[in-house]
């Protein structure tokens, strides 16, 4: 059983069209994470979410953790905004789901 | 902005042989992680250490897993007799308290031949 479900799984879209991730767990978190991950492989933390809402430039996190789903916003999205996306909940250690390609063509 | 390293970035190594993994976390970080990722699969969690020991591991750090922080700096992940299914990126990350998020460094890919 998956702990942690994304959707979707892959992603296209045109620069400057506002993405939506979605993410779903099934076990009680104290936190749960957004990570970027590049095709290169490395990992970079986006946000750390235990409630409410976090913004960073034009990434919008938001999470409920009555219904257990959190959300990753993109606006105007760009092409270096290319990557894989992660959400991980945190139990100390994190719990990965499957991640969700974005690919965003000029 | 300090940041984890990984050494080497990319390892190849014969089926049976031992290899070290080796990471040096972020210099005022007490938590540390291992984790790997297969290709074109999920990241997974292998161990947690902190306070000198292992704290947490998953199913996959059997007896052929082993860490050791040998040196108040470094943060090792030995693998004693490789096999073909070891071959994954593995990702070393720490953090500097629980309610901190995990810094990771940009991984060791391992083949396993």
């Known amino acids: 059983k998956n702990e942690v479900e994304q959707s979707p799984q892959n992603l296209t879209a045109q620069e400057g069209e506002f993405i939506t991730i979605n993410c779903s767990y099934s076990v009680g978190i104290s936190a749960l994470h957004w990570l970027q991950q590049h095709p290169g492989g490395g990992i970079v933390s986006l946000f750390m979410l235990s409630s409410g809402k976090k913004k960073h430039g034009r990434l919008i996190a938001t999470i409920n953790i009555q219904e257990k789903h959190s959300s990753l916003h993109i606006t105007a999205s760009h092409p270096r905004d290319s990557a894989v996306y992660i959400c991980?909940?945190?139990?100390?250690?994190?719990?990965f789901g499957t991640g969700t390609r974005l690919q965003v063509f000029p | 902005e300090p940041e984890v390293t990984q050494t080497p970035s990319h390892q190849v190594t014969q089926m049976g042989q031992e290899v070290i993994l080796r990471c040096v976390p972020i210099?005022?970080?007490?938590?540390f992680y291992w984790y790997r990722q297969i290709l074109g699969q999920k990241v997974e969690f292998l161990v947690s250490f902190y306070n000198n020991e292992i704290s947490e591991k998953s199913e996959i750090f059997d007896d052929q897993f082993s860490v050791e922080r040998p040196d108040g700096s470094n943060f090792t992940l030995k693998i004693r007799s490789t096999k073909l299914e070891d071959s994954a990126m593995y990702f070393c990350a720490s953090k500097r308290d629980r309610n901190q998020p995990q810094h990771f460094g940009d991984g060791t890919r391992l083949s396993i031949l």
């Open positions: 991980a909940v945190d139990l100390v250690k994190l719990i």
């Open positions: 210099s005022n970080h007490l938590y």
